[in-house]
């Protein structure tokens, strides 16, 4: 099992006017603990599209530039659609804490979805603590089920 080193790993962000507030938090929240954020914004609360915030976040996970991401609109809902609709990306859409550390070891999701009206900003941090540090469990039957996964990609 493969330990996710925490320090070196980069993190990247990126929400719609639903989500921005808390997806400032959050960046904030890992960058005080000195961990590596790409913040790929909305930075305001003027009205945009999700999935415009969704594609480079998930060109970045995908590309490897970054090792995982979060995603934050009002449900969670629409950005985990769009982040699913890329080639590599394993979008979970979580409300807690015990899904988000199964979707990491057993799905080895690469992108959180939050909503910002759906939990709070405690939670919330909580959520991302347990993504970026909870490893993919490489079992064999999770490895054979997630490479099934992908291989739909190539459908
Ligand atoms: C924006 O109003 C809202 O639709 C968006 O944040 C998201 O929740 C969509 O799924």
């Given at each position: ?57 998930c060109?970045?996970v995908a590309?490897g ?18 982040a699913n609709k890329h080639r590599g990306i394993r979008a ?14 057993h799905n080895n999701a690469n992108v ?24 993919f469990?490489e079992?064999?039957?999770h490895v054979r089920r997630v490479n099934k996964v992908n291989a739909l990609d190539e459908r």
């Amino acid at each position: 099992m493969i330990k996710r080193k925490e320090e070196t790993m980069k993190v990247a962000f990126a929400a719609d006017h639903g989500g921005y507030k808390l997806k400032d938090a959050l960046v904030s929240h890992l960058r005080e603990k000195g961990i590596e954020t790409v913040d790929f914004g909305t930075n305001s609360p003027d009205s945009c599209d999700y999935p415009d915030y969704a594609d480079p976040l998930c060109r970045a996970v995908a590309s490897g530039e970054c090792d995982l991401g979060v995603l934050v609109c009002s449900t969670g809902l629409g950005m985990s659609m769009a982040a699913n609709k890329h080639r590599g990306i394993r979008a979970a859409c979580c409300s807690e804490t015990v899904s988000v550390a199964l979707t990491r070891s057993h799905n080895n999701a690469n992108v959180l979805c939050l909503g910002a009206f759906i939990v709070g900003e405690h939670t919330a941090c909580e959520m991302v603590d347990l993504f970026i540090s909870t490893p993919f469990s490489e079992g064999e039957r999770h490895v054979r089920r997630v490479n099934k996964v992908n291989a739909l990609d190539e459908r």
